[in-house]
């Protein structure tokens, strides 16, 4: 289903950190413990090897990975934070786990092939990638991660995917828009990563891509992101995850390609995107 209707704004936005430096495609964890894991990303043109930690607002350097990457994906992994695929001028198959306590960083194996720009998603305890790309072609694979990095497809989307948002609200995982072969899209689909089941739950009143998928509440929204035309988006859409239904919730200070995002006490946390500002979203 598509809603265009208007409707009155309610996420409200507000800076509340910062990061060391303008960064894109960097990737984020939020922590039980209210703080939040930063990784990688790209830093004046050039891949990042830094792990922040800390709350939002106080975000500091604490160690380094082992290899400068970008376009990666994190989620929880055995104890640890994955840090899965990414690379610098090339897709990769690294697997890093990063110690949330105190932010070290080890190799933790390598997948089946390369991929970078995908969406990962932790579900009842389990660890699933999602479309990305593999150097070339764009991934259609839903992947569960297991033991020393070993992957099984549990479902493939209908079509390859890079830079969608990607989260989980529940048992389900959620995927907005992205870049397909042909474009960005505006599809948004909701997948059962236990049944291996994945249909389509709606679509986004444009394409969007580069925009990072965030679940507070009971429903989704959609960050920023690019346009088909290559321009930085300051909407912020909400996602009925029962109807498909998408309406504007509110605007960015500024556009942001390329951010992350995790939900974080009940509020959103929106990292860099093309700056090094750290905001909070919050439902009103």
Do not use: C
Request: aromatic share 4%; net charge positive; proline share 6%.
């Amino acid at each position: 289903m598509l809603a265009l209707a208007a409707a009155p704004a309610h996420v409200s936005v507000r800076k509340v950190g910062a990061l060391p430096a303008a960064t894109s495609r960097l990737s984020a964890v939020a922590l039980r413990d209210g703080r939040v894991l930063a990784l990688g990303g790209l830093v004046r043109g050039s891949s990042s090897d830094e792990i922040l930690l800390g709350p939002p607002a106080r975000l500091r350097l604490v160690g380094h990975l082992p290899a400068a990457t970008h376009d990666a994906a994190a989620a929880p992994f055995e104890g640890k934070i994955g840090l899965f695929g990414g690379g610098q001028a090339v897709s990769t198959n690294t697997v890093t786990t990063v110690d949330p306590r105190n932010g070290r960083a080890r190799s933790a194996g390598h997948l089946d092939e390369p991929l970078s720009d995908l969406g990962a998603a932790s579900v009842g305890g389990a660890t699933y990638l999602v479309g990305g790309y593999t150097g070339s072609r764009y991934a259609t694979a839903v992947l569960r991660v297991g033991p020393r990095a070993a992957t099984k497809t549990v479902a493939r989307l209908p079509v390859g995917l890079r830079y969608a948002g990607v989260t989980v609200l529940g048992r389900t995982i959620y995927v907005a828009g992205g870049l397909a072969p042909n474009g960005e899209t505006r599809t948004v689909y909701a997948i059962d990563p236990v049944a291996g089941a994945v249909r389509k739950l709606g679509r986004l009143p444009r394409p969007v891509a580069h925009a990072p998928l965030v679940a507070l509440g009971d429903a989704l929204y959609l960050v920023g992101g690019t346009s088909s035309s290559g321009s930085g988006l300051r909407t912020i859409w909400r996602i009925d995850p029962h109807s498909g239904v998408t309406r504007a919730a509110g605007s960015l200070p500024v556009p942001l390609q390329d951010a992350a995002a995790v939900s974080l006490g009940g509020r959103g946390v929106v990292l860099g995107g093309g700056t090094a500002a750290v905001y909070q979203l919050t439902l009103r």
